[in-house]
């Protein structure tokens, strides 16, 4: 995709950070301009995170101008809003590759360029990241700048918390970016708010408020005066108390679109000493009003005409397995009032919002804090509540001392709803659902379950709600198989397979959506293929019978080889003494990058092609 740089003067000048610090600063509100209208420009001819980058530009702008990048770190948490930056930083020209195989990762990747310090995906990583470099500059006694940007929803998880109050404990020399876009405290930001975090970064104010506290040390009362005085200040103007009990010198907050503002106050804030937080706010999909309008529709967008100012309409086809989930947990919802359903701040990609609007009283929205969401599903099950946790398999990572100790350790009625598991495909490695079988199947008193098509998701969600211990079903991302559903709440039986077909020398046993991959291989080559249902228990019995005439077998799962479903069968072959040949097939002991799910299938012989060509070799 060639795109005419003549339209944006002053973006062509500035590919990377030390071009970009060439330029005068009055120029800064232009090129932010250009930047927005590049971004649009490339995104919605190439699809991709949308509204979070219309959000940073000035922010990036002023980052890069003002910090000596790459020598100085600038951490982005979670990377939605990082667009710019890779625009920024000599990834300009291939902008249209973003998201696609062998294209540029969605977000920052170490792998990708020097500018990009942590390689993210995960949120409410970047504070505890940005102050280990601290301190490791401290240590060294160098003069590098560390710089996190951090999102209001990212800064409401724990780990966020953590590195918060270690950094105030701490000290090191480091920059906190909050970047607030919640309408709520808009009012907060004016003149008003711009004068005084000018006056509270610079050197006048804080001369006077180190020299006042220094001369005063040695006067403990007039000391502790001058303190509150200085907290009744700030406290005025700003509703910072919060971080500076933690240890922060809180400023903001200001407007985070008002790019001039925006470099006098970090360059201010830039010489200060000890731990900073600037608190600015800014409006998601700013610059395009379709955007500023409904941010979460524009979140991540597939190609579109922006002079159109809508995305085009999705195309009515098959229900998505999160369709099948959300409209049965409503179903479950209206028959029994004991459900409680919880997801850490992912009500519209596990398809929750019909939920919520039916049953607010019944729906928590935890935020990201997938930590606190199994355990507080723990504490409604001590109490005789059936919680419901929706979530990401590549999310519950983050959960997983809570998932044992709090929920399996404790035999509690918790059913997990694991959305993405498996290949997700364009958001990479960090968002691949590869592991969750592995880490969950070790794991005692959890049973686990892999729905084949829409249906048998239903009646496996019925199921693991109805059984009395913790249960999972893992699903993945996108349309089903098309299969009627059954509006009938049916129960499957614990540990049981179902013979999709009958054959002879080989059986293939399908764990989960890649079943259909299965098919066609198994009439042409006249071999069993099983659908085994559950990874966790196994249907023994069956794997006893398919031993007694089966010279061989295959194991496919859309999960890690290493410790995952194949494995399990390997296990209890190997203890049953079977001589036959056993294959595995699944993802390889590498993180997955980016692509369709179908060209990454094809690339790792998960497809009809990859899977018959295995099969060939043992039959």
Known sequence: MHIDMTDYPLLDKANLPEQLRQLPQEQLPQLSQELRQFLLKTVSQSSGHFASGLGTVELTVALHYVYNTPFDRLIWDVGHQAYPHKILTGRRDRMHTIRQKDGLHPFPFREESEYDVLSVGHSSTSISAALGMAIAARQAKSQRKVVAVIGDGAITAGMAFEALNHAGEVKPDMLVILNDNEMSISENVGALNQYFARILSGSFYTSLREGGKKILSGMPPLHELASRAEEHFKGMVTPGTFFEELGFNYIGPIDGHDVLGLVDTIRNMRALKGPQLLHIVTKKGKGYAPAEADPIGYHAVSKFDPTQHKQPDKKVGKPTFSNIFGQWICDMAEQDERLQGITPAMREGSDLVAFSKRFPKRYFDVAIAEQHAVTLAAGLAIEGLKPVVAIYSSFLQRGYDQLIHDVA??????????????????????????????????????????????????????????????????????????????????????????????????????????????QSVAEELDATLVDMRFVKPLDEALLKQLMQNHQAFITVEDNAIMGGAGSAVNEFLLREQYTGRIVNLGLPDEFIKQGTQQEIYAELGLDSAGIMATARQLV
Request: include cysteine.
């Open 409 to 518: 350790l404790q035999q509690l009625d918790v059913l997990f709803a694991i959305d993405r598991a498996g290949i997700v495909g364009a958001d990479g490695p960090t968002h691949q659902g590869a592991f969750d079988i592995s880490f969950m199947r070790c794991i005692p008193n959890l049973v686990i379950m892999v729905p084949s098509d829409e249906n048998e998701c239903r009646m496996m969600l019925y199921t693991g709600y109805q059984y009395h211990g913790a249960a999972a079903v893992r699903y993945p991302r996108g349309s089903g198989t098309g299969i009627a559903v059954t509006d009938q709440m049916q129960l499957i039986a614990i540990g049981k397979a179902h013979t999709v077909r009958h054959g002879h020398k080989l059986a293939i046993l399908a764990f989960g959506p890649l079943l259909s991959a299965c």
